[in-house]
């Protein structure tokens, strides 16, 4: 099993630290900065082997530069983002596969939050990396893309089973929360959801990784019954 930990920095971003005890591969997720992420893997024992970019806004690969001089480690990204990701030193796209040493993740096309975004699916641990698509609850702004490309992903990601872990790449939970009670007010899952999610923030905890199940439930983007309805969510969202 992966060992995964979770390294809040900036003002809401996750970075994720993956631990394949195996071959003691050690790969980072989107590292917005580097030194938190340095001293995380350094207090584990643990050597950054990789890093893997979901995409390539700046507080998803901010870190790359100075992890790659610190640790020779081997950067994989998203190839459609190459030209602005120009730290990369391997292109990857919808269909292949990545090692990190004995575990294999498949590459997943997720493009609306930017044109390439790739997501990383680890089936044998339940687990998926999203970055900016899907977050507890909501999903990501459509910089790049369509309500018609991130329904589809919505509808990929919901392909899995309940208990898939979503790592996602930013703590928007609350925000989402009280959001979605707006759009879904009789949803019961929901408003206890949102009741569970303001004790956690106000304790000063943590509400990601989510699960599909929980987003199933609760996941207004999710669970839009087509892309114009995720389309006109979106965009209230956007301007509240
Ligand atoms: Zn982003």
Same mark, same amino acid.
């Given at each position: 099993?992966?060992?995964?930990?979770?390294?809040?920095?900036?003002?809401?971003?996750?970075?994720?630290?993956?631990?394949?005890?195996?071959?003691?591969?050690?790969?980072?997720?989107?590292?917005?900065?580097?030194?938190?992420?340095?001293?995380?893997?350094?207090?584990?024992?643990?050597?950054?082997?990789?890093?893997?970019?979901?995409?390539?806004?700046?507080? /998803? !690969?901010? @870190?790359?530069? *100075?992890?790659?001089? =610190?640790?020779?480690?081997? #950067?994989?990204?998203?190839?459609?983002? &190459? $030209?602005?990701?120009?730290?990369?030193?391997?292109?990857?796209?919808?269909?292949?596969?990545?090692?990190?040493?004995?575990?294999?993740?498949?590459?997943?096309?997720?493009?609306? /939050? !930017?044109? @390439?975004?790739? *997501?990383?699916?680890? =089936?044998?641990?339940?687990? #998926?990396?999203?970055?900016?698509?899907? &977050? $507890?609850?909501?999903?990501?702004?459509?910089?790049?893309?369509?309500?018609?490309?991130?329904?589809?992903?919505?509808?990929?990601?919901?392909?899995?089973?309940?208990?898939?872990?979503?790592?996602?790449?930013?703590?928007?939970?609350?925000?989402?929360?009280?959001?979605?009670?707006?759009?879904?007010?009789?949803?019961? $899952?929901?408003?206890?959801?949102?009741?569970?999610?303001?004790?956690?923030?106000?304790?000063?905890?943590?509400?990601?990784?989510?699960?599909?199940?929980?987003?199933?439930?609760?996941?207004?983007?999710?669970?839009?019954?087509?892309?114009?309805?995720?389309?006109?969510?979106?965009?209230?969202?956007?301007?509240?």
């Amino acid at each position: 099993m992966l060992e995964i930990v979770r390294i809040p920095v900036l003002s809401d971003n996750y970075v994720w630290l993956v631990h394949e005890p195996q071959s003691k591969a050690t790969m980072v997720v989107d590292p917005a900065v580097a030194d938190p992420v340095l001293e995380a893997a350094a207090a584990r024992g643990w050597t950054i082997t990789d890093i893997w970019n979901t995409h390539w806004h700046p507080d /998803h !690969t901010g @870190g790359n530069a *100075a992890i790659k001089d =610190a640790t020779g480690c081997t #950067i994989t990204g998203p190839a459609a983002e &190459f $030209a602005r990701i120009p730290t990369l030193d391997v292109q990857v796209t919808g269909g292949d596969t990545v090692k990190l040493g004995d575990v294999v993740a498949d590459v997943w096309d997720v493009p609306a /939050h !930017t044109a @390439g975004h790739i *997501a990383y699916h680890f =089936a044998d641990d339940a687990a #998926i990396f999203v970055g900016d698509t899907m &977050f $507890a609850m909501g999903c990501g702004r459509l910089f790049e893309g369509t309500a018609e490309q991130m329904f589809a992903n919505m509808q990929q990601l919901a392909t899995l089973d309940d208990a898939t872990r979503v790592y996602c790449a930013h703590e928007y939970t609350l925000s989402n929360a009280r959001f979605a009670v707006t759009v879904e007010p009789e949803n019961d $899952a929901l408003a206890a959801r949102l009741a569970a999610v303001e004790s956690a923030r106000a304790a000063g905890e943590a509400t990601v990784p989510t699960t599909i199940g929980a987003e199933r439930a609760t996941n207004p983007f999710l669970r839009a019954p087509h892309a114009a309805e995720l389309g006109r969510i979106r965009a209230l969202k956007d301007a509240a």
